[in-house]
C-alpha cells in the first residue's frame, strides 16, 4: 500500500548485500518462517499452531493493505535471497528475520535504519513499534540501537518510538 505521496520502491537498497523487495507474491520459504518455533513465540505471546497458506496470506494481505511490506533480501553468491519481511506502517514496524543462519548478525538493524530514513524523508515525524515482547531481547537491542526509546507498557512488553530529529 503506498502510504506515502511516493510510491512504494520495488527494492529499497540498504547496502550492497542488503535490499528490501517489494512484496509481490508469498514464497515458499515465507511459509516455512511462519511454521518456526523460535519465530512464533518471538510474534505470539499465545501458543499458537504454525501458519499454513490461508494464514499467511491473510497476514500479508492486511499488512500490505496497511502499509509498504517488503522482503529482507541478502546477497549471497551472486543473488538476492528471501530471509526475512518487514512492514512500514504509520503506526507500527513489525520486522522478522526468517532465516536463522542472518539473525544476530546485524540485519535487523541496518532494515530498521533504512525504513526510518525513508519514513522520515517522506514526511513521518515518528516511527512506532506497537509491541516487543519482554522476552524479546533481540528486537529489543535492535530497536533500541536505533534510537527508539520504550514507551507505554503493554500486556506483555512495551511500545517503542523514535521522534524524527
Known amino acids: 500500500m503506498d502510504i506515502f505521496q511516493e510510491k512504494q520502491p520495488d527494492n529499497l537498497y540498504i547496502s550492497q548485500k542488503l535490499r528490501l523487495g517489494k512484496f509481490q507474491e508469498i514464497v515458499p520459504q515465507a511459509l516455512s518462517w511462519y511454521q518456526d518455533e523460535q519465530i512464533l513465540r518471538l510474534i505470539s505471546r499465545q501458543n499458537i499452531a504454525p501458519y499454513d497458506q490461508t494464514r499467511l496470506k491473510r497476514m500479508y494481505d492486511y499488512l500490505n493493505g496497511r502499509g509498504e ?9 551472486n543473488r538476492f535471497i528471501k530471509i526475512g519481511d518487514v512492514t512500514l506502517m504509520p503506526h507500527d514496524l513489525p520486522i522478522v528475520i526468517g532465516n536463522p543462519k542472518f539473525r544476530g548478525k546485524g540485519i535487523g538493524r541496518q532494515v530498521i535504519h533504512g525504513l526510518v530514513a ?48
Open 69 to 77: 511490506l517488503y522482503y529482507i533480501e541478502y546477497m549471497t553468491g
Open 118 to 165: 525513508r519514513a522520515f524523508a517522506q514526511g513521518m515525524t515518528e516511527v512506532y513499534v506497537e509491541d516487543i515482547y519482554n522476552d524479546n531481547i533481540g528486537s529489543q537491542r535492535a530497536f533500541e540501537k536505533c534510537g527508539f526509546t520504550r514507551d507505554k507498557k503493554t500486556i506483555f512488553g512495551h511500545s517503542y518510538h523514535l521522534l524524527a530529529h
